[in-house]
Every structure is written in C-alpha cells, then in structure tokens.
Nanobody, 112 residues
Framework: QVQLVESGGGLVQPGESLRLSCAAS????????MNWVRQAPGKGLEWVSS????????SYEDSVKGRFTTSRDNAKNMVYLQMNGLNPEDSAVYYC?????RGQGTQVTVSG
C-alpha cells in the first residue's frame, strides 16, 4: 500500500530555512505527481507545491513562490521541500501527498 513518511520539521526563527523530506513506497513513484500541503492550527488544508513525475515542472502557491523549492529523486523515491525565508505564517503541519494519500505530517514552527 502507499506509504509516505515525512521528516525534517522543527522550530526555527523567522528568516531561517528548513528542508523537508518525504520517503515514498508502495507505488511506482516515478510515474506520479507528488504534492506538499500544509495545515495550520484551526485552518483547512492548503496546497503548497506540486512536482511532476519527471521533476522538471514544479508549481507553487503564490505565498511561497521564490522561497520554497520542491525537488524529487526518482532513484531514491524521495521528494523534498526546501523552505527558505520562513515566516510565522508558514507554521503548520506539512504533509507529503500522492493523489488522495498523505503521510503523517511533520510540524514546522516559525517563532522568535
């Protein structure tokens, strides 16, 4: 079955960076678009970014454009979210997704 495991979250100060990772298994990773979504406390899920199967056409939600970069390694079944210039509004649980499937999430907190 599809399994997605996120890692790399943490507590950082405004302006700092984090790199999230997602390990995927249970499906042919190289054939699927992968997504990052987030959920802040008391809010709904928000799409953050997607990356196509070849990894050459990522897309981003407007508020993260120029700060976040999504990449993937099809040989390792991994997808990444490099987050630079973090601000408190980026605080949320971040999920890796494929279709309707999501991982357990990793907490990102920007404070200080």
């Amino acid at each position: 079955q599809v399994q997605l495991v996120e890692s790399g979250g943490g507590l950082v100060q405004p302006g700092e960076s984090l790199r999230l990772s997602c390990a995927a298994s249970g499906f042919t990773f190289s054939k699927y678009t992968m997504n990052w979504v987030r959920q802040a406390p008391g809010k709904g899920l928000e799409w953050v970014s997607s990356i196509n199967p070849r990894g050459d056409a990522p897309s981003y939600e407007d508020s993260v454009k120029g700060r976040f970069t999504t990449s993937r390694d099809n040989a390792k079944n991994m997808v990444y979210l490099q987050m630079n210039g973090l601000n408190p509004e980026d605080s949320a649980v971040y999920y890796c997704g494929m279709g309707a499937s999501r991982g357990q999430g990793t907490q990102v907190t920007v404070s200080g």
